[in-house]
């Protein structure tokens, strides 16, 4: 998104432009890959304002795209590629510029995958593995339960009113029925000697999103739901500031987060990255090569109190989805 930003940058400066307008439902994939259309307009909104470019429903110019999955011409490896287009008011195309996706935790994220990704191999292998999961998925249901594969210490369960609804495979997909005006929480468990922390996106947006309180040293962090050796966490809401947080309430398109994205996207995915993290400077796990540094809405609002802290975080190992929505 930061390279993406920056080429439009220099196409507004050359128009004398200092603002745009991204598409309603700007950009969409395939209906095999998850929502990531709105994740993916929020990543450039807030690249663009790093840049302090406005973004406008009045702008002259406004950007349109689409992905999709990829076998990479050259290395012949799994990919996502992003092909977007600039439009003037009469929607002719001034630019269309194509960009690759290559890191295996980004194609997870996007695809909506359910896998268990090798840590002690290298860039090559990840994709294999990701590959052969998203042809075939090894995902494991128990209960409400749900596993990327056989034998893995990383699960996600949806509560509905505090309590496990049963998780069922639909077409080898986790489905989780929650009707319309239901709340519900995510709990998150780790079956490890280390620390976990877990990137959790809903319908395409990280659960952080929406922060609003200030980073200490004004550097902007990309939060994660910590949980401790053998033991669970949950993520009740969208994070908002000062410990409170918006629930998740699945809503009627309008009311739900990715609406405010403008993206009518089908929505309904619930997509948690597991990484082993460890005390910053600390020693991290032996195995541990590489380091990384409808829909839900807002319900009311509850106290979600997260504590700030400095971790290490290792490749992602496991990424577990779960649709909610038929739809």
């Known amino acids: 998104m930061n390279a993406f930003a920056r080429d439009l940058k220099v196409i507004l400066d050359e128009r004398g432009e200092t603002m745009i307008s991204i598409e309603k439902n700007a950009f969409s994939g395939p209906p095999k890959l998850a929502t990531a259309g709105p994740g993916i307009a929020k990543a450039l909104r807030d690249e663009l304002a790093k840049l302090k470019i406005k ?8 950007v ?26 009469n929607k002719r195309t001034l630019k269309e510029v194509a960009y690759g996706i290559f890191g295996p935790t980004e194609i997870a ?4 995958a359910n896998t268990q990704l090798p840590v002690t191999g290298d860039q090559e292998d990840r994709l294999d593995q990701l590959d052969k999961d998203l042809k075939k998925s090894r995902v494991v249901v128990k209960g409400a339960r749900v596993y990327s594969a056989p034998k893995r210490p990383y699960s996600v369960e949806v509560l509905v ?9 639909q077409e080898g997909v986790p489905f989780v029925p929650i009707d319309k005006g239901e709340i519900y929480t995510l709990r998150f468990r780790n079956d490890t000697d280390f620390e976990a922390a877990v990137l959790v996106v809903i ?9 609003e309180d200030p980073e200490p040293d004004g550097v902007e962090r990309e939060y994660r739901v910590i949980v401790p050796p053998w033991g669970t966490a949950k993520a009740k809401g969208w994070y908002r500031s000062k ?10 398109y309008a ?7 403008k993206n009518t996207e089908k929505v309904g995915t619930i997509t948690a990255a597991f990484s082993v993290c460890w005390e910053k400077g600390g020693t991290p796990p032996p195995d541990e090569k590489t380091r990384s540094a409808t829909g839900t809405g807002f319900g009311p609002p509850i106290q979600n109190r997260y504590t700030r802290v400095e971790r290490d975080i290792g490749a992602v190992r496991d990424v577990v989805t779960i649709r909610y929505t038929k739809d």
């Open 55 to 62: 973004v406008a429903a009045d702008a002259e110019l406004r």
């Open 64 to 89: 349109t795209g689409r992905f999709r999955d990829v076998n990479d011409a050259e290395s012949d490896k799994l990919a996502v590629e992003l092909k977007v287009k600039v439009l003037d008011r």
């Open 109 to 112: 994220l996007l695809t909506g």
């Open 161 to 169: 009113n505090e309590a496990p609804r049963a998780a069922k495979l």
């Open 203 to 211: 319908d395409g947006i990280n659960i952080f999103a929406f922060n």
């Open 243 to 252: 410990g409170m947080s918006d629930s998740f309430q699945v809503a009627d």
């Open 255 to 261: 009311k739900s987060a990715a609406s405010i994205l």
